[in-house]
């Protein structure tokens, strides 16, 4: 089982390093089938490892390895192991197969690019750190691929390098991810000071000492809030659309933002001993969801309204996981990593056939014109929605029933909360599908849209057909409270700190179910019928509650503002002073020594005889 995860963790590498070696000597479509075929052998090696653990008894499935000692410091020591259980299975299991359909995507999507190596060089990368923070066997190998997510990312968002925007995204991500990263390493800082070890088993130690506690706790949330995109460290999701649309699938679906529920789930102890600060986690997966669904609203960039989607999906996720419904979060992580790709790749149908356009204003009426994306998006829509039979309806509501379990009134104003987002997620969806769809054909779609060759190469059509197949049918695995083989297999790993009741649960999924229908149904009277007039856009929320705004006024003007008048102050009259001196100095120095430069051999000859001459009375008198 171990063995399979080493496989598992480092055919990506070996896929990256080949592609770098090889370099021009291989074709940019063969760069993109090592990248392809690496992530493939990851996951077959990964679907091994769950068929290995699926025969072994429930105890037995969890199991370290280590390969060798990593650091070693006085008494502290870290070795380069790997924890393969049930959880870090699920997880390669869904970074590895739905990372390889990206990849195989871009064969098609990225054709006739200047740099298809360096991208697929940088994606197989991307899901090696994935899966390196996914399956390291301790914090602080935990932390390296929590590190190098982020420095994928940069390097992926800022892949064209040359559109100033793409490279401002990309330094937005890295310095926002940088504050998470921080907050993490303090929290690591006290756990190496306090329990002298960065194992998992140390986590929700020392106890009594509920500061520590506490801080930990928050070290964490901050790293996990960064990297899933939460309020308030979530300005820089949206941005990183500036990537090609296979990055953004790969960063919304398999990796990067999933990071952060992952490591709330997996450090569930911390957590557990912090509750204010596990309710806390909750709190802002909440406000986040509603948050970003109203902003969802009146964004008409395509790629835009999927991500802050995602940033409202992922706040369900911080909800579950918050209130500790575990393998709920879990749960509808893998069901969105299905139906968000579906729809981010089958945007990217769009965009190809648009010639890059993204802007939904110049669609319309390409229902008939390209039937299999609009089947495609319709299946991620209706799953993204939570309309059964489709996945997302078994994931989410569970969520929201769990915090009718947890009760009070902080649980019962999470699950309203929880509702109002159902709402919103299906008006903000098919808002999205009835503009882009619907009616007849704008003058934009008539003259720029290319389906000479279909609706796109076959790696991009077959790609998008099997992850709309999941996106229809995978939520079926389990179907709370009627079967939940993924709450029992995570159990030993995560156990649940609240359980709905059947009315809870079949309740919830009704009330849910009619809310995101009413949401349909609004964008139909809206967006399809036209029976209403759409309201007048908010400016609030065309200015994303203006945080942007905020962050610049707080950070960005002040740090000007100070590095202005250090310069004016310090810099200009005492290092550039001191520096100015010195060169003249140095320069009269010069102009006295050209001086002695005579050229003439007599003047060379007295000058030597009268330093011997000099020498010669030192010796002497030293004598």
């Not at 080949?18 to 493939?40: H, K, N, V």
């Not at 806390?280 to 960039?301: E, R, S």
């Not at 009277?525 to 029976?531: D, P, V």
Request: hydrophobic share 55%.
């Amino acid at each position: 089982m171990t063995f399979a995860g080493w496989i598992t963790l480092f055919a990506p590498l070996a896929g990256a390093f080949a592609i770098t070696l090889a370099g021009t000597r291989i074709g940019r479509r063969t760069a993109g089938y090592i990248a392809t075929a690496s992530t493939m052998i990851a996951f077959v090696a990964a679907v091994v490892a769950f068929v290995i653990a699926l025969g072994k008894s429930p105890d037995s499935r969890s199991q370290l390895s280590t390969l060798y000692t990593w650091i070693q410091a006085g008494s502290y020591q870290s070795g380069f192991s790997i924890l393969v259980d049930q959880l870090s299975m699920l997880m390669m299991l869904i970074v590895t197969g739905v990372g390889s359909l990206i990849i195989a995507y871009s064969l098609g999507y990225m054709e006739g690019e200047d740099e298809e190596r360096r991208y697929f060089a940088y994606m197989a990368l991307f899901v090696f750190s994935m899966l390196l923070l996914v399956e390291g066997g301790n914090l602080i190998l935990l932390l390296g691929g929590w590190g190098m997510v982020g420095l994928s990312s940069y390097l992926l968002i800022g892949f064209y390098h040359r559109r100033a925007s793409a490279v401002a995204a990309a330094k937005k991500a890295f310095v926002m991810n940088a504050v998470g990263d921080a907050t993490m390493a303090i929290a690591f800082f006290l756990l190496i000071k306090y329990t002298g070890s960065l194992s998992f088993s140390v986590l929700g130690q020392p106890a009594g000492n509920h500061w520590v506690l506490n801080i930990v706790a928050l070290g964490l949330l901050g790293g996990a809030v960064a990297k899933s995109a939460q309020l308030p460290l979530h300005t820089w999701l949206p941005d990183a659309m500036e990537g090609p649309t296979p990055v953004s699938a790969l960063i919304h679906a398999a990796t990067m933002v999933t990071a952060g529920v992952y490591l709330i789930v997996r450090c569930n102890a911390a957590f557990q001993a912090a509750p204010h600060v596990q309710n806390l986690a909750a709190a802002l997966g909440t406000v986040t969801l509603v948050m970003a669904g109203l902003i969802a609203l009146v964004q008409v960039d395509i790629k835009r309204v999927i991500a802050y989607s995602t940033m409202s999906q992922i706040g369900y996720m911080f909800l579950g996981a918050g209130l500790g419904a575990y393998a709920d979060a879990i749960f509808h992580l893998m069901m969105h990593a299905f139906f968000k790709a579906c729809l981010f790749l089958a945007a990217g149908l769009l965009i190809h056939a648009l010639g890059g356009e993204q802007d939904i204003r110049k669609m319309g009426g390409l229902r008939k014109l390209m039937p299999f994306t609009y089947l495609a998006f319709l299946a991620g829509g209706l799953a993204l929605a939570g309309i059964p039979p489709f996945s997302g309806f078994f994931s989410k509501d569970p969520i929201i029933a769990s915090a009718l379990a947890r009760g009070g009134w902080f649980g019962y104003t999470l699950w309203v909360a929880g509702l109002a987002g159902a709402l919103l997620t299906g008006i903000y969806t098919f808002r999205l599908i009835f503009r882009v769809f619907l009616g007849e054909p704008s003058a934009f779609v008539r003259e720029h849209l290319h389906t000479d060759h279909g609706e796109g190469p076959i790696s991009m059509r077959w790609t998008v057909g099997v992850l709309a197949v999941l996106a229809t049918i995978a939520g079926f695995i389990q179907f709370p409270p009627f079967w939940e083989p993924v709450s029992k297999w995570l159990e030993p790993v995560a156990p649940p700190l609240v359980v709905p009741t059947n009315a809870q649960e079949i309740g919830t999924l009704l009330i849910g179910v009619t809310m995101g229908a009413t949401g349909i149904l609004i964008a139909w009277l809206i967006y399809g019928s036209h029976r209403f007039r759409a309201p007048a856009a908010s400016e609030t929320l065309e200015q994303k509650f203006y945080f942007d705004e905020l962050y610049d006024a707080i950070f960005y003007r002040p740090a000007v503002w100070l590095a202005k008048a250090l310069r004016r102050g310090f810099e200009e009259p005492v290092v550039d002073g001191s520096i100015a001196e010195v060169v003249i100095g140095t320069r009269d120095a010069a102009r006295w020594t050209a001086r002695l430069q005579t050229g003439l051999l007599r003047t060379y000859v007295f000058a030597i005889a009268a330093s011997l001459a000099v020498l010669l009375v030192v010796f002497v008198a030293v004598r």
